[in-house]
């Protein structure tokens, strides 16, 4: 029996998205704030985005972000595929059981546990730690969501295609690459995204993995808030929240496009 959507449901509702939503949007208003107060309106005005063009370090970690964020999505959306096709394609075989653990690991363990293991890795073999180390952590940490996105699109694919394609001379590479690929390039696209947008929030990571002259955006964020929030920060935020929000959108629409275009 359906229950109706009632009064008491709509305002639990209500109140869930407010606690989750309404401090960043009180974020975004005040990044538009005159005062250099950020707690007190002082008007409508757009000079902290101005401000925050002539701030160097926000500015060059916000390029550290991008670089690292795109590079770390880039290589988790190759492996991370390819670990999808692993998992659904070659069915039981030694150590899936174990792979399938390294694989999934990352999604139910702690950030700090990750970054300190990563952390203690990078010292044991001697690696400075620097913008490297910390593409490497963040490809490791965002390989298993690109994983997860592309293995649910596979578990249902329709394998005649590529039993068709390789009847009629097709080699299984080019098969990959010419019929699988391109039917679960939305699946993979928004596995890139989501990779990109994990890696451009994450802090706690970073902060482990990072060395000199590799801060990241979130990390410079960080240690500014503790001295006190500036307008530009609040500016810098709303910037990577659009961001973000666009990562999410983008990545919502091509998956919604792909579950249309199976059915």
């Keep these: 029996m359906n229950r109706r959507f009632g009064f008491f449901d709509a305002t639990a509702l209500t109140l869930g998205f407010a606690f989750l939503y309404l401090p960043i949007l009180i974020l975004v208003v005040y990044s ?7 707690t007190v309106w002082g ?5 902290w985005y101005v401000s925050l063009l002539q701030n160097e370090q926000l500015l060059q970690a916000a390029w550290i972000s991008l670089r690292v964020a795109f590079l770390s999505a880039a290589a988790a959306t190759v492996l991370g595929t390819l670990a999808a096709l692993a998992l659904v394609r070659y069915g039981r075989y030694p150590g899936r059981t174990l792979f399938t653990g390294m694989v999934y690991a990352p999604l139910v363990m702690p950030e700090v546990i990750t970054g300190l293991s990563l952390l203690l890795l990078f010292v044991a ?7 490297w180390t910390v593409v490497l952590a963040h490809t490791t940490f965002t390989m298993c969501f690109v994983t997860v996105v592309v293995q649910a699109r596979l578990v249902d694919f329709d394998r005649s295609l590529e039993e068709a394609a390789m009847d009629l001379g097709c080699p299984p590479l080019k098969t ?3 019929i699988t690929l391109p039917l679960i390039a939305p699946s993979v696209l928004a596995g890139f995204l989501l990779a990109f947008t994990l890696s451009l929030d994450d802090l706690v990571i970073a902060s482990f993995t990072s060395g000199p002259g590799a801060t990241t955006l979130p990390m410079r964020i960080y240690s500014q808030v503790r001295l006190g929030v500036t307008p530009e920060i609040n500016a810098v935020c709303t910037i990577l929240v659009a961001l973000v929000t666009i990562g999410v959108i983008i990545a919502s629409l091509a998956t919604k496009r792909s579950a249309v275009a199976r059915q």
């Design 43 to 47: 008007g409508f005005s757009t000079q």
């Design 176 to 178: 990959f690459f010419t």
């Design 125 to 131: 073999v001697d690696f400075d730690r620097g913008f």
């Design 32 to 38: 538009f704030n005159a005062s250099r107060l950020v």
